[in-house]
């Protein structure tokens, strides 16, 4: 299957600090979705983004396809956003292959 | 709108026994996931369904059986579990290649 990885595997954030985290994966896609595992294990949907640029309040990705990685950056960071960070990608029928995530704790 | 939902929450089981996970959607959605994750890792396919009455193999799909009678059921069956499918199985849908609406997931411990 495809490959992805994901880093930094941890990061420690100062409330109010932004961050990158990087997703690369090692075959075309026509799927990718950023999630955030809050610390009650519950998946939350983020970004879809097979290419291009979104923004969400607080939180874009972007995906540069022709180079095989995406980004999603998270300013003015808040306590609540603690958790795991997972990027998956998916080729021919939406079978998605996830990364082993960023852990963020971000501390008040 | 209840999304997907999946039942039960929590189990525990012995080597050997047998138990069913159900996995609901109410979006109308053609694709239905089956993924484990087990800890410090991400999920990984177990097995998963493009339609009604379909079924196919992902990445570690021993162990497991699975069935879509309906729309809108999935079904993960282990028919003799082992110490080895203590995870957290996660169901999801989607219309077709898009976007994966995933469940709160069920978390399984077997002795």
Redesign the interface.
């Given at each position: 299957?495809i490959q992805?990885e994901q880093s930094p595997p941890d990061l420690i954030l100062q409330e109010g600090a932004n961050s990158t985290l990087r997703c690369n994966f090692s075959d075309s896609v026509?799927?990718l979705?950023w999630?955030h595992q809050n610390p009650w294990?519950?998946?939350i949907?983020l970004f879809?983004i097979p290419s291009g640029t979104k923004q969400n309040g607080r939180l874009s990705a972007t995906t540069v396809a022709t180079e095989r990685y995406s980004l999603l950056y998270i300013s003015s960071s808040q306590t609540t956003d603690s958790g795991v960070y997972?990027c998956?990608v998916?080729t021919g029928?939406?079978?998605?292959?996830?990364?082993?995530?960023t852990r963020l704790t971000v501390i008040p | 709108n209840a999304g997907v939902t999946q039942t039960p929450k929590f189990r525990v089981l012995k080597t050997g026994q047998s138990m069913t996970l159900l996995c609901a959607q109410d979006m109308n959605h053609e694709y239905m996931y089956w993924y484990r994750q087990d800890p410090g890792m991400g999920l990984r396919l177990i097995h998963y369904s493009v339609g009604e009455g379909t079924t196919a193999k992902g990445e570690v799909p021993d162990g497991y059986n699975v069935s879509r009678l309906k729309k809108q059921n999935f079904l993960l069956g282990l028919e003799s579990a082992a110490p080895s499918q203590t995870s957290v199985y996660f169901c999801a849908s989607s219309y077709s290649i898009g976007t994966q609406y995933f469940g709160p997931g069920t978390r399984l411990l077997v002795l």
């Open positions: 299957g992805v026509n799927n979705q999630f294990g519950q998946l949907n879809y997972f998956a998916a029928a939406n079978n998605l292959f996830f990364g082993t995530g | -």
